[in-house]
């Protein structure tokens, strides 16, 4: 799946001495959106994380965070 929506979610603007501005990029909005999910599905499976648990959990979280940001290109245009 292309996710050309995955721009930065927290960019930053740095002046340098010489009057350059170069931009930070942070997380991207995938990032964002995983951890988001991340946080709902812990909470709601949480039974003491076990590896395997975590790992799925983590897969998931990207999975949502996917289907968001395709959601996200639907309706920004």
């Known amino acids: ?13 740095e002046q340098q001495e ?6 930070t990029a942070g997380m ?3 990032d ?9 599905l812990m909470i709601r499976n ?3 994380v076990h590896s395997d648990l975590a ?3 983590s897969i998931s ?3 949502q965070a996917a289907a968001m940001l395709q959601a996200r290109k639907k309706h920004i245009k």
């Open 18 to 23: 010489d009057e350059r501005i170069s931009t």
């Open 55 to 57: 790992n799925g959990l």
């Open 46 to 48: 949480y039974q003491g």
């Open 28 to 30: 991207t909005l995938l």
């Open 32 to 40: 964002y959106f995983a951890a988001k999910a991340m946080n709902a």
């Open 61 to 63: 979280a990207y999975e």
């Open 1 to 13: 799946m292309a996710l050309e929506n995955n721009i930065p979610a927290f960019p930053t603007m």
